[in-house]
């Protein structure tokens, strides 16, 4: 008898289980969320070549000058203030001192917080509770109303208010360095190294930091947002960044008093705190579902 075509073997049992590979790709949100961040970073980093004018610059022919698609002119493209000075110019400065007192705030916050919890589950016992008790009292405090009584009573100096923030949030970090440095050390590679002997400083920031990093990161551009806002909502009322220097909510604090003559004073500073929390907030969503192993 003639043979019929010959058949195709019969897949194998593991290639029928496996599920095809997926490609990984990154949401057209966070892609938005990642260029305006590089997009900041990168004005932060070059403002002094970008801005156009020094930010403290005045002329008082041009006060309250609308910007360019207001009828303005080009030589001003985001307008001018009360007092004449380039909004443009003001604003880029302004975003760099926002960025850089929220990530000094943020990365202080992160180490305080990191080294307590630490602390807290290599001592365990008395060393635990006072920990955790300041945790606690940390998270029941209005942190913005402590942060107006300090500044109101020693001043408002740029390194204060940086120290001041370093304080926010850092109970968040101290509760999950806390839980998972215990988690760790009652596993098989922190004992191991413990008992060859090494000093609680090599196995905590050696071992166990590198493996729990990728926690702590996501937890850091949750609070970088809160800080950014905090930092503004304090400027806005007069206690935050004082001038000369200026910062985005220096910028929206001063331009309230203008809002129905020159709103873009109050405008484009409001837009880049906006769009900016916004942006930090999306990333670190995705990052947390990303590095969350209960999601794979």
Same mark, same amino acid.
């Given at each position: 008898m003639p043979e019929g075509p010959m058949q195709p073997p019969p897949p194998s049992p593991a290639a029928v289980a496996r599920p095809p590979a997926r490609r990984a790709s990154l949401p057209p949100l966070v892609w938005f969320a990642c260029g305006w961040i590089g997009l900041m970073l990168t004005v932060a980093i070059l403002a002094d070549l970008l801005a156009p004018y020094t930010y403290t610059a005045m002329d008082l022919r041009n006060r309250l000058s609308p910007p360019a698609? &207001? #009828?303005?002119? *080009?030589?001003? %493209? =985001?307008?001018?203030?009360? =007092?004449?000075?380039? $909004?443009? !110019?003001?604003?880029?400065?302004?975003?760099?001192?926002?960025?850089?007192? #929220?990530?000094?705030?943020t990365l202080l916050s992160a180490t305080i917080g990191t080294t307590l919890g630490f602390l807290a589950a290599h001592f365990r016992g008395w060393a635990e509770q006072i920990v955790m008790a300041l945790a606690d009292f940390q998270a029941a405090m209005p942190f913005l109303i402590l942060a107006l009584s300090v500044l109101a009573f020693f001043g408002n100096a740029l390194g204060l208010l940086v120290l001041l923030l370093g304080l926010h949030g850092w109970e968040r970090y101290a509760r999950i360095a806390r839980g998972l440095a215990i988690s760790a050390g009652s596993q098989g590679y922190a004992a191991a190294v413990r008992q060859l002997g090494a000093s609680p400083m090599r196995i905590y920031g050696r071992h166990v930091l590198p493996n729990i990093a990728s926690t702590l990161i996501v937890s850091m551009t949750l609070? /970088? +947002?809160? $800080?950014? @806002? @905090?930092? !503004?909502? @304090? !400027?806005?009322?007069?206690?935050? $960044?004082? +001038? +000369?220097?200026? !910062?985005?909510?220096? &910028?929206?604090?001063?331009?309230?008093?203008? =809002?129905?003559?020159? %709103? *873009?004073?109050? =405008? /484009? +500073?409001a837009v880049a705190i906006s769009i900016t929390t916004f942006a930090v907030s999306a990333v670190g969503d995705w990052l947390r579902d990303r590095l969350d192993p209960t999601l794979r």
């Open positions: 698609f &207001m #009828a303005g002119t *080009w030589s001003h %493209p =985001l307008g001018t203030d009360e =007092l004449g000075r380039d $909004v443009l !110019s003001r604003l880029i400065v302004s975003i760099r001192l926002s960025l850089t007192i #929220a990530f000094g705030a609070v /970088f +947002p809160e $800080v950014i @806002l @905090l930092e !503004s909502g @304090l !400027s806005f009322l007069g206690l935050g $960044v004082q +001038p +000369p220097d200026t !910062s985005l909510g220096n &910028m929206v604090g001063y331009g309230r008093e203008y =809002l129905t003559r020159a %709103p *873009w004073i109050l =405008l /484009f +500073p």
